[in-house]
């Protein structure tokens, strides 16, 4: 069975530092997709990033990055400039195409404070 | 991006009864659909995946006789909790996929509290 795995139950940053959030995920598939999604305390779902197994560049958003190591299965996120409304759980999930469900991690709730 | 609606936002229910919840897509045809359960400072836990037209695909230990599924439409996918307790007090969320996509987008939750 997949897993995701998040070791980082809580995370905090100084505003304008950067924080990096790791992820790391089992599968035996070749070809899947890596997501980073953020839960404010509205409880909304919003997509960070996305990151395609076979694609070896590493995706960007803005200030949101991966560093996406498919070899040690890792999928880490680092948000630059962070801003107070960067606030929020994060949760790592991971599917395998268009048909399959999302396997979230356990999230990590990050602080941003001034 | 896409936008899922999902109604109503809070419910509060007696025990014994039942309670519905819709997920609408509003801007794309999602041929799929998901339920979530998150408990307080948990991650999402998949409920069942729903396809138009089809009966859902419950994963292990939801019971599909509380938890019924119904997809009738693209558009539509309700969850009904039946004879709720207040052990199904929950934020349960939708999300649906754009037919042949991978992103899935999601709804606003719903907070169920069972009295």
């Known amino acids: 069975a997949q897993t995701v795995t998040q070791s980082q139950p809580e995370m905090s940053v100084q505003e304008a530092e950067t924080v990096t959030l790791s992820c790391t995920y089992d599968?035996?598939?070749?070809?899947?997709?890596l997501f980073w999604y953020k839960q404010p305390p509205s409880r909304q779902m919003i997509l960070v990033i996305r990151?395609?197994?076979?694609?070896?560049q590493n995706a960007t958003e803005n200030r949101f990055s991966v560093n996406f190591q498919k070899a040690a299965k890792s999928f880490s996120l680092k948000i630059s400039d962070s801003q107070l409304g960067d606030a929020a759980m994060y949760f790592c999930?991971?599917?395998?195409?268009?048909?399959?469900?999302?396997?979230f991690g356990t999230g990590t709730r990050l602080q941003v404070t001034l | 991006g896409a936008v899922v609606s999902q109604h109503p936002s809070r419910v509060i229910c007696k025990s014994g009864t039942s309670v519905k919840i819709e997920c609408r897509s509003l801007?794309?045809?999602?041929?799929?659909m998901f339920w979530y359960r998150q408990f307080p400072k948990q991650s999402l836990m998949l409920m069942a995946t729903?396809?138009?037209?089809?009966?859902?695909?419950?994963e292990q230990g939801v019971e599909k006789d509380k938890f019924l599924i119904n997809h009738a439409s693209l558009t539509l996918s309700t969850l009904t909790v039946t004879s709720a307790h207040p052990e199904d007090s929950s934020f349960y969320i939708c999300?649906?996929?754009?037919?042949?996509?991978?992103?899935?987008?999601f709804g606003q939750g719903t907070r169920l509290t069972v009295v």
């Open positions: 999300s649906a996929r754009l037919g042949g996509g991978t992103e899935a987008f």
């Open positions: 599968t035996s598939e070749s070809d899947y997709y």
């Open positions: 990151q395609e197994a076979y694609k070896q």
């Open positions: 999930a991971y599917n395998t195409g268009t048909a399959s469900k999302l396997t």
């Open positions: 801007d794309f045809q999602a041929t799929t």
């Open positions: 729903s396809n138009e037209g089809s009966k859902a695909t419950y």
